[in-house]
């Protein structure tokens, strides 16, 4: 049980003074990855507002969750918060545990192309090989 269970709208530890997790969060629901809300707004560990959720980085058929993907307010390009950088995940924003600081300095967003082993080719002419992945 941890911070990934947090992230999966799993078990999570008793909240200090035992306050319940909607009180710690301004009364916001956390939720999974699964359930981060379209266009969201992304919000640094010092409470500014850096941007919106675009999407959700993750291969969803094998439960890998990479990060939110977001537009940054400063630079106006897609930016990738990595996993391990999101503190929580509300039903109204995305909690990052850096300070705005941290948060400017993630790099532009480039989707990666997965390619996966597969038969590739033409009829009779199959062979094994590397074709693109839906995800």
């Known amino acids: 049980m941890g911070a990934m269970d947090d992230l999966y709208g799993g ?3 008793d909240p200090p003074g035992g306050q319940q997790p909607e009180d710690l ?37 094998e439960d890998i969750f990479h990060g939110i993907v977001f ?12 996993a391990s950088d999101i503190a929580r995940i509300t039903e109204r924003a995305v909690y990052l545990s850096v300070d705005t600081a941290a948060a400017g300095g993630y790099g532009e967003f480039q989707q990666l192309h997965v390619s996966r082993l597969g038969l590739r080719g033409i009829s009779r002419w199959k062979h094994l090989g590397w074709k693109e992945s839906s995800e």
Request: aromatic share 4%; with cysteine.
């Open 11 to 13: 078990p999570t530890s």
């Open 25 to 61: 969060y301004g009364g916001e629901q956390q939720v999974s990855w699964l359930d981060v809300p379209a266009h969201a707004p992304v919000i640094a560990s010092d409470g500014t507002e850096v941007g919106h959720v675009l999407e959700v980085a993750a291969l969803a058929n």
């Open 71 to 82: 537009a940054h307010s400063a630079h106006g390009h897609p930016c990738l918060a990595p």
